[in-house]
């Protein structure tokens, strides 16, 4: 339909500059210049091999939770709960790694099918509840965020906690499981091609696979999916547990791959943002990937913009919520104009 | 009902006792002769039919100047019908406007001083209707929609004892839908055999049908093919027994509206093992709409840019597919329902293809025209109960009678 595509077009360019203007007036108000600001936040991002390193190591889990959230919202569940099965995972990484031993790639794989694991479990009484219970997995997952952050208080405050320090932490990656950083002077490992082979993967399983229809159809259409004779429940069911499952294996990476230990807070809110960059993305895996690191070249912008201008990172940071409302406003605006 | 009638009605007093409210629906419902159910019945638990009843004694009681009505008989019965274009008539002779939006010719010719003649939003004819006939204007409306190579062939005839003869493909045996306090009903299908539950709407037919098709929970016994069907409803085993299903509602469960024609086609089993076979698709794509005469800008544009008649017919191409092995049974709720003059027919086409074929076809339907054009037995069902079968042949009135629960 070309007569939607071009106001889609027009709005999209007009919240983006809206966006921008917003924030130059933030960054005034903050007292710096948003010329200096500007140049701070790309510098910081993509403007030298580090800067490009920071981003892309943010980027990982960022991208791995925009393709599950892409993979629930497709089967017509609003998973909420990445957050939670986030910090499952990494929970489970934690807990696993500095038991294991032996071939570097053989423990590394099995911590992270652990991490994975421990995310789709977590997701398991919200998909019981909804099935059997009726109850919105909007709601469950959120309640479950709630468990997930006070699990991860205790965990690190009792059995994970490393008795070497005072601090609550767990206990460190035996160096040789951890990833190591793909060149030196930078954080990236091969976490993040493998998340973005994950992410293109969800988005050939969508769109290219049997399954992948099934679950869209489901999604766009519960009714006539069940009329048409599709197993519905166990397609929304695999959906949300596949969903959790990704963000599990974010957490597991951020532990194998950034921060080699669970610690409290964790995570600072990778899961919501996930979401964020799947709505902007249009709920495709290409677009949510590519909101993934736009979000990911921001929050590592940010800290530049901290450091060089003085201006807070929240800031920053602001952008993302305003962007995914201005989308949604757009999305709601253009429904209404094809009704 | 009482309260959805009030916000309805403009002129109903701001602050009114329940008691008085009631009393003056009451007095509405009478002097509209209108079916409405109890003034303090729940909306929601009434059937679609009343529903309508209560929004056009809505529009009615406000006395506006300007009245517009989109199809409004589609769910009443004839006499419900013949007094509401009454009082239609009386407010246009006291010199009120009328605007009717019907597909029905009998309507126009028995009510109408003017009419205006649409096809594919463009105006084809304008005129007082004593200027025309309703031969002329059905010509014109089949004219200018899609030539159709194969009209209906008429002279269908009612199955004969050799038929009966043969082995059941349906067996419903003392069965009641959940949720309703409908007596038990039992009714059966040959190979071949065509059955339409003729109803207005509210009275069960629909939801008889739904039952078989495993859309709705029942109790007592559906066998299809000799399988047992669960009595939770089971889409699945329905369809597993060689049962297709061709919804009333064909945006919300006919079609996935935001999938493409070719993958609506596609589904419930694309074809190809692990990834689609894209090939595959298009190729059935193409042939499916080459062979339904579905009108269509390209097999990747989404269902819902079809017009009505082309769903219908989509749905129609999918279900009667034969990837999935040979329908046995076909289960259709008002599938000619909205649809003009030209895609209903190829519908009924489809429908008889596919019993001649073989296939066990069973119709719920509100509108007698319809019903009579698909021909098979019919079975009037009035509060959830059947007449016992009647022929095709059975005259309007008497059928009219029957759906109004006037004669058994």
């Not at chain 1, 030298?48 to 791995?64: D, F, N, Y």
């Not at chain 2, 037995?377 to 008497?398: D, K, M, W």
Request: glycine fraction near 10%.
């Amino acid at each position: 339909m070309t007569v939607v595509s071009r106001p889609r077009v027009l709005f999209a360019a007009a919240i983006a500059a809206s966006t921008l203007v917003l924030l130059a007036v933030l960054v005034l108000v903050a007292g710096a210049s948003p010329g200096e600001a500007l140049a701070a936040l790309v510098g910081g991002s993509v403007g030298s091999g580090a800067a490009l390193g920071e981003t892309l190591t943010r980027a990982t889990s960022l991208v791995l939770c925009a393709a599950g959230a892409v993979l629930a919202l497709r089967a017509g569940v609003l998973n909420i709960g990445l957050d939670g099965q986030f910090l499952m995972g990494a929970a489970a990484a934690a807990a696993v790694g500095p038991l294991l031993d032996g071939t570097p790639n053989a423990a590394r794989l099995a911590l992270l099918l652990a991490a994975a694991a421990a995310g789709a479990v977590f997701a398991a009484p919200a998909v019981w509840l909804s099935e059997r219970r009726g109850v919105p997995p909007v709601l469950s997952t959120i309640l479950l965020n709630l468990v997930a952050a006070a699990a991860v208080t205790w965990l690190v405050r009792g059995p994970l906690q490393d008795r070497a320090a005072d601090y609550p932490q767990s206990r460190p990656l035996s160096t040789s499981v951890r990833l190591r950083p793909l060149a030196p002077g930078v954080r990236t490992t091969a976490a993040f091609p493998v998340a973005l082979l994950l992410a293109a993967g969800s988005g050939v399983f969508l769109s290219r696979t049997k399954a992948g229809l099934k679950l869209r159809a489901a999604g766009a259409s519960p009714a006539a999916a069940r009329a048409i004779g599709l197993a519905d429940a166990p397609l929304r069911a695999g959906a949300l547990l596949g969903s959790a499952a990704f963000a599990g294996l974010a957490g597991g990476l951020e532990v194998a791959a950034v921060t080699g230990r669970l610690f409290d807070p964790f995570g600072s809110g990778v899961g919501y943002l996930g979401i964020a960059a799947a709505l902007l993305g249009g709920t495709g895996a290409g677009g949510a990937t590519a909101a993934a690191l736009f979000f990911a070249a921001l929050g590592a912008g940010s800290s530049a913009l901290q450091r060089d201008t003085g201006v807070p990172a929240a800031v920053a940071m602001i952008v993302p919520g305003l962007l995914v409302l201005g989308v949604l406003l757009v999305r709601r605006r253009l429904s209404g104009d094809e009704a | 009902m009482a309260e959805n009638l009030a916000r309805l009605d403009s002129s109903a007093p701001f602050l009114e006792l329940p008691a008085a409210r009631r009393s003056r629906v009451r007095r509405l419902a009478e002097s509209f002769t209108l079916d409405l159910g109890e003034p303090d019945a729940r909306v929601a638990g009434l059937p679609v039919g009343t529903r309508q009843r209560i929004e056009i004694a809505g529009a009615l009681a406000a006395d506006p100047g300007i009245l517009i009505l989109d199809e409004p008989t589609a769910v009443l019965s004839p006499d419900e019908t013949a007094s509401l274009f009454a009082s239609l008539r009386r407010r246009a002779d006291s010199g009120k406007a009328v605007v009717l939006i019907t597909h029905r010719l009998t309507e126009v010719f028995e009510t109408a001083d003017r009419l205006t003649l649409l096809a594919r939003g463009r105006t084809v004819k304008e005129c007082r209707v004593a200027d025309t006939t309703a031969e002329e204007i059905g010509s014109l409306l089949l004219g200018s929609a899609e030539r159709h190579e194969h009209a209906s062939q008429g002279g269908l005839r009612p199955p004969t004892a050799a038929d009966r003869g043969r082995s059941a493909v349906l067996d419903a045996s003392a069965i009641v839908p959940s949720g309703t306090s409908a007596p038990p009903t039992s009714f059966s299908l040959a190979e071949g055999e065509l059955l339409v539950l003729l109803a207005i709407d509210g009275n069960g037919a629909d939801t008889l049908a739904r039952c078989v098709a495993g859309m709705h929970p029942f109790s007592g016994r559906i066998e299809v093919s000799g399988r047992s069907l669960p009595n939770s409803g089971d889409p699945r085993a329905f369809r597993a027994a060689g049962g297709r299903f061709v919804p009333a509602d064909r945006r919300a469960e006919g079609l996935v509206a935001s999938l493409s024609l070719a993958e609506n086609l596609a589904l419930p089993t694309p074809p190809g093992r692990l990834f689609l076979d894209g090939a595959a698709m298009a190729r059935l794509a193409g042939e499916r709409l080459r062979q339904h005469g579905i009108r269509a800008e390209s097999p990747s544009s989404p269902a819902a840019t079809l017009s009505g008649g082309n769903q219908q017919k989509l749905v129609l191409a999918r279900e009667l597919d034969d990837r999935l092995g040979p329908p046995r049974l076909m289960v259709a709720v008002h599938p000619t329902r909205g649809l003009d003059l030209s895609a209903a027919a190829a519908v009924r086409d489809r429908i008889e293809e596919a019993r001649r074929a073989g296939t066990a076809v069973l119709v719920a339907s509100s509108d007698p025209e319809e019903a009579r054009l698909l021909g098979g037995t019919l079975e009037v069902v009035y509060r959830g109960a059947l007449s016992g079968p009647l022929s095709p042949e059975t005259p309007l009135p008497a059928l009219g009678r029957r759906m109004a629960g006037l004669a058994s």
